[in-house]
Every structure is written in C-alpha cells, then in structure tokens.
T-cell receptor, first 108, second 118 residues
Framework: RKEVEQDPGPFNVPEGATVAFNCTYS??????FFWYRQDCRKEPKLLMS???SGNEDGRFTAQLNRASQYISLLIRDSKLSDSATYLC?????????FGSGTKLNVKP | EAGVVQSPRYKIIEKKQPVAFWCNPI?????LYWYRQNLGQGPELLIR????????DSQLPKDRFSAERLKGVDSTLKIQPAELGDSAVYLC????????????????FGEGSWLTVV
C-alpha cells in the first residue's frame, strides 16, 4: 500500500469554480502534512502546511482529519494560473512521502 | 537567500554510460534528500542525509547508484552504468529542523536534473 494516495484527476473546471482535492495517508504516526504545487516541468513548491484546526491562505483552505487519515485542499474562485499538479505530502520523522499528484486544469 | 542548486539541468547519455548529478542545499540545512520523479508520478525518495550521514538509503538501487555528501554540505548522486529505465528527473531537496524539532520543517527542492538515457 502506498504511503499517500491521491486521485490523479484531471479536474477540469471553469474559471471561478470551487474545486476540492483529497488524499489519504497510511501511517497514523505521521507528524506533519503539506500541499505542494508543481507546474509542468518545474520542481514542487510548497503551497501550504496543513493543520488539524484547518488553515486558510487567501482562496486556499487546507484541512487535516487525523482520525480518518485524510487531507483536503479547497480552492475557491479558481484562476487560470491555478492550473498545475497538486501534491499531497506527509512527513514522518523527517522523511517526506509524496502522493502522485492531482492535476487541475482551469479553463476560461 | 539562495535556494537549492542542482547541475546539470539536462543530460542525455547512452545506456551503460555513467552520469553524475551535483547538489548544493540551502545554507544551513542539515538534511539533504535525493528524489527521483517519473512522468505522472510523485517524487520518490532515493536517499536522505542528516549532515554527512546517509540515514535512509533503503530505496537506492545500490548495484548502480551511489551518493555522497562530503563535509555535510554538497552532495553528488552517481549512476553507473545507466539503464533506459533511469530516465527521470532527479530532484535534490533540503530541509532544516525548526529549533531542534522534527516536525514543522518543510522541504525545498532544486530545479531538478532531467536525465534521458537512450
């Protein structure tokens, strides 16, 4: 079983739409959680950390459910520039596990 | 502050030839990672260093891959001999422990070294 699992998509949405991504992780002892964004032929870059209390950064909201071992990312008012692959990342004692990524296409 | 620096950016080699990738992590970052990413997949860890010590190399194919991190700063990843299936992006990353804590630190990537084996 993979450490982190995500729906690969693609999610094709119009500008202005709200879209949500989910991922699950297998190790209940995992300590910290992140969403990374990866543009085509670029390196992954940190989008935001994920906390149990939920956290928001502008149009982006991340949520962690430790009981269900489930992480989510919500993007409101999608922009064309949000088109990318979103990687769910789990940290277990300084070892970072990446999901395969969910591809988002925002269309005019 | 300079980010993680990798070279070369692109490399095309024939199978059975050797190749080496170099990485300079963010200044002060104790932990250095080498990941491999295939098309449509997430990065997969090859090896992790804490300072100069390789603390996790369980996913490194040791018959053909080797790595070193002399003096706990720069690192080199070598493949010899390369096979067709080694074509991928090799990503170097680094992180630092926040005030000695294990949690809460994040990982920063270099631009990657794109390898094509023909």
């Amino acid at each position: 079983r993979k450490e982190v699992e995500q729906d690969p998509g693609p999610f094709n949405v119009p500008e202005g739409a709200t879209v949500a991504f989910n991922c699950t992780y297998s190790n209940s002892a995992s300590q910290s959680f992140f969403w990374y964004r990866q543009d085509c032929r670029k390196e992954p870059k940190l989008l935001m950390s994920v906390y149990s209390s939920g956290n928001e950064d502008g149009r982006f909201t991340a949520q962690l459910n430790r009981a269900s071992q489930y992480i989510s990312l919500l993007i409101r008012d999608s922009k064309l520039s949000d088109s990318a692959t979103y990687l769910c990342v789990v940290n277990n004692f300084n070892k970072f596990y990446f999901g395969s990524g969910t591809k988002l296409n925002v269309k005019p | 502050e300079a980010g993680v620096v990798q070279s070369p950016r692109y490399k095309i080699i024939e199978k059975k030839q050797p190749v080496a990738f170099w990485c300079n992590p963010i200044s002060g970052h104790n932990t250095l990672y080498w990941y491999r990413q295939n098309l449509g997949q997430g990065p997969e860890l090859l090896i992790r260093y804490e300072n100069e010590e390789a603390v996790d190399d369980s996913q490194l194919p040791k018959d053909r891959f080797s790595a070193e991190r002399l003096k706990g700063v720069d690192s080199t990843l070598k493949i010899q001999p390369a096979e067709l299936g080694d074509s991928a992006v090799y990503l170097c990353a680094s992180s630092d422990r926040d005030r000695g804590q294990i949690t809460g630190n994040t990982i920063y990537f270099g631009e990657g070294s794109w390898l094509t084996v023909v």
